[in-house]
């Protein structure tokens, strides 16, 4: 099997082309209920991706041109992996999103698909040979909410925050919902003063950028994931920018964590 054209952005994984079901007959895909969790069982007796020797389950569900769903797969016995996909015209497996670490080792996609009809999805592991009991769960989302306004920040007192599961996420140059939460807090700068933002936490990577808000959206200057400690190495999981303002006037900062699914409490400061 020939994947090609991948591309890694915001924790999913987005390809022209993935493999096809495998050498094996692939079964009919099973209805996916929307809101209902379904417990579900891999087992080696289902159909397999040969070349990699994975197990997997197929599911099948129809959306409407630009409609926003979220699949969640969910196991204690084996690291979940999930696929979004439609049948291509060759009969492969064309694969719109996928992802393997949403919430630990869980799985989540969430997607505003391109065109209505129908879609598959393709639940198995991260590891040959691993099979076991899962969930699966198709929902229904509406428009995702816009982001709320920026919590200003006040120089040389430190925010605290909380990222969660339901809170906003950002979005990739796909237009994939990722599950990489942030919150947007900004600040007035003085022209020519050097200002150094820094976000901490036990709980998650964190992830810090510098910006402005445009017409668009957040448009990035800078980044920083990996702060400096006191002894001049890496400080784990801290962020800290330093820069200098060209021009007086509101500046916007944009915290959140490194990578998906990243959850737990966090603080942030500019001095």
């Not at 209805?31 to 289902?46: C, I, K």
């Not at 979940?80 to 996928?98: S, T």
């Not at 040979?129 to 509406?142: C, H, K, Q």
């Not at 402005?212 to 920018?241: K, M």
């Amino acid at each position: 099997m020939v994947m090609r054209g991948l591309m890694l952005l915001g924790g999913l994984v987005l390809a022209a082309s993935a493999p096809a079901f495998g050498q094996e007959r692939a079964a009919a895909p099973t209805p996916l209920r929307p809101g209902s969790a379904a417990q579900e069982q891999l087992t080696s007796n289902g159909p397999r991706l040969v070349e990699y020797d994975m197990y997997y389950d197929l599911y099948s569900f129809r959306a409407d041109a630009g409609e926003r769903v979220q699949i969640d797969m969910r196991s204690d016995a084996f690291d979940p992996y999930l696929e979004l996909g439609r049948v291509g015209g060759d009969g492969a497996f064309v694969a719109v999103a996928e992802n393997d670490d949403a919430d630990g080792l869980n799985a989540r996609i969430i997607q505003t698909v391109a065109e209505g009809g129908d879609y598959l999805v393709r639940a198995r592991t991260v590891s040959p040979g691993s099979t076991g009991a899962y969930t699966i769960e198709l929902r229904r989302l509406g428009e995702a909410a816009p982001p709320p306004p920026p919590v200003a920040l006040r120089s040389g007192q430190a925010t605290s925050g909380s990222f969660a599961t339901d809170g906003a996420m950002l979005v990739d140059d796909t237009g994939a919902t990722t599950t990489r939460p942030y919150r947007l807090y900004s600040f007035d700068a003085r022209a020519g003063q050097t200002y150094t933002i820094s976000m901490k936490s036990a709980a998650f990577d964190t992830y810090l950028e510098v910006g402005a808000l445009t017409p668009i959206g957040f448009a990035s200057a800078r980044n920083n994931d990996d702060a400096e400690g006191d002894a001049g190495g890496d400080n784990g999981t801290d962020s800290q920018l330093t820069f200098r303002a060209e021009r007086a006037g509101p500046v916007t900062v944009r915290a959140s964590g490194l990578t998906d699914g990243a959850v737990g409490d966090y603080t942030i400061d500019v001095r």
